[in-house]
Each structure stands twice: as C-alpha cells, then as structure tokens.
C-alpha cells in the first residue's frame, strides 16, 4: 500500500494525479502547510526536510517530485507511463528536473523569500522577478521540452502531471499562458482527464 502525504493545492497535486491516473491502490495523508502540520515532529519523521510531497511504500518513504514520479510509474507498468527507450526515458526526466529545479524553485521566490534571504527588501526584489523568470521557464518548456500534445508527443508519460503545475504557478505570478500555445493547449487537454479532475476536487481547486 502506498500513502501520499499532500497538502492541498501544493506540488504533490502532480504525484496525487498520476497515482489516479495509473489506477493505484493508495491512501492520502493531508498535511496542511498553512497550519505548520509538515513542520510538526511526527511529519519531519516522514520527511526531515518538511515538504510534501513524500510517498511511503512498501520499502519506505520517497521524497523529490520526479523521484516518487517515477517510482508509480516504474511500480505500475500495465498503465504505460513510462517511456519506452532510454533517451525518451531520459528526456522525459529532463523536463522532471527542469520542473523540479527551475521552474518551482523560481515560483518559491514569490512566497519563500525567506529561504534566501532576511530583509523585507529583498523579498520583494525576489517577487519582483518572479513573472519574467517564469516566461523564461515558459519559453524553455514550450519550445524545447513539450512535444505536444502531451510532453513526450502522442502518449501521457508521467511527466505530465507534473507538467500540469507549470500554468498554475504562471496564474499565480500573473503570467498568461495563452501565450505560450502548446502549454495552454497540454493544460487544457490536462483537464479533460478524469484524474486529473478527481484530484482537483479533493485539493478543492
Ligand atoms: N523539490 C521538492 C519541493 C517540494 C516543496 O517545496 N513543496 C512545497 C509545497 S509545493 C512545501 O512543502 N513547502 C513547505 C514549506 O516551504 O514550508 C519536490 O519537488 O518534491
């Protein structure tokens, strides 16, 4: 049995959709960050660096967005999520790892200042950056990593539920996605899934 711990609304949207895409026998465990719950001693048990997502399995806990990807995909393979030879397995975790390191990393500027710097300026010369560093990731992802209609062309691999945060952070930093066409139209076609919409509802987005 495997347990995803989440927070409603974070990044562990992109591993709760997969385990419902890929028809996992799983159970949630919500921890809401708003009320400090991953910060909590019985979390950091879990996850010591007090983030979600993490996935315990069989074998023990799994933190890294792309990590616990692959992980469902690699433990679900009649559901054909994986890419099928290794350089489509090694693009597909190029796009996880630009999601993982760049992109997220550039939309916690917004509201996690704080992990880089003290002062309010700071913060707000962070903010500040925000939209255009996000463009950027948009433009990357877009014209380099996204074969459309789904990331790895006529086939949903896992990377895309993951791919599916990346016009969510753009909303949020007031970057509008219609101008980036293959991402809007992957996002759309994102919400076409039953999944995926399983999932929305109960993070109640
Ligand atoms: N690199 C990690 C990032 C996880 C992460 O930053 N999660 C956010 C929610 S989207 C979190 O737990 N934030 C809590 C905090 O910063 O206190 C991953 O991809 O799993």
Same mark, same amino acid.
């Given at each position: ?86 350089? *489509?397995? &090694?693009?597909? $975790? ?6 993982? !390191?760049?992109? +997220?990393? %550039?939309?916690? @500027? ?60 753009? *909303?949020? &930093?007031?970057? $509008? ?6 991402? !809007?139209?992957? +996002?759309? %076609?994102?919400? @076409? ?13």
């Amino acid at each position: 049995m495997l347990t995803l711990y989440y927070a409603k609304g974070s990044s562990a949207l992109a591993p709760h959709i997969l385990l419902e895409e890929v028809g996992a026998e799983y159970a949630v465990h919500e921890v809401p960050i708003a009320k400090g719950a991953n910060t909590e001693p019985a979390y950091l048990e879990i996850n010591p660096k007090a983030r979600v997502p993490a996935l315990m399995t069989p074998n023990g806990v799994i933190t890294e967005n792309p990590a616990i990807l692959t992980y469902i995909a690699a433990t679900h393979q009649q559901a054909h999520v994986l890419p099928d030879t290794p350089f *489509e397995r &090694a693009e597909a $975790d190029a796009l996880c790892a630009y999601l993982c !390191a760049t992109a +997220h990393v %550039a939309f916690a @500027h917004m509201q996690r200042g704080a992990r880089w710097a003290d002062s309010a300026e700071a913060h707000e010369a962070m903010k500040a950056k925000v939209a255009s560093n996000l463009r950027d990731c948009a433009d990357v992802v877009e014209h380099h990593h996204l074969k459309g209609p789904w990331a790895m062309g006529d086939r949903y691999t896992f990377c895309d539920a993951y791919l599916f945060l990346m016009p969510r952070w753009m *909303e949020k &930093a007031g970057v $509008d996605v219609s101008d980036y066409p293959k991402l !809007a139209a992957h +996002h759309d %076609a994102m919400l @076409h899934r039953p999944a995926t919409l399983a999932v929305m509802a109960v993070h109640g987005i």
